[in-house]
């Protein structure tokens, strides 16, 4: 049985939100790829720090994870970029079997 998730990541602008996406999806390393326009407040080096970002949602398969996140580690400008896996207990079948399909 495989297994599905969906991984976050941020980016600075929509321009290098669209390099990730692009490139996470010309390798079929996810399904789908979100874009959202978020702001985000966060410590960072010991400063509270807040700035307009793109969130973007990942869908893929658990498997394919650790060469999704090279290659969003690979385009990625931040220095520490935020790359969660959140695993996904349920979904429609019809739904999964397309991210099966396409990566």
């Known amino acids: 049985m495989t297994s599905y998730a969906v991984v976050l990541t941020t980016a600075k602008s929509p321009g290098d939100a669209r390099r990730i996406a692009d490139k996470v999806l010309s390798e079929k390393l996810a399904a789908c790829v979100q874009l959202l326009a978020i702001n985000s407040l966060y410590t960072w080096k010991g400063e509270v720090a807040e700035e307009s970002e793109v969130l973007l949602l ?46």
Request: charge should be negative; aromatic fraction near 8%; hydrophobic fraction near 40%.
């Open 58 to 103: 990942l869908k893929t398969r658990q498997e394919l994870y650790p060469e999704l996140e090279k290659a969003i580690v690979s385009v990625h400008k931040y220095e520490t970029p935020e790359i969660l896996l959140l695993s996904v207990d349920r979904g429609l079948p019809a739904y999964l079997g397309w991210i099966d399909e396409v990566t």
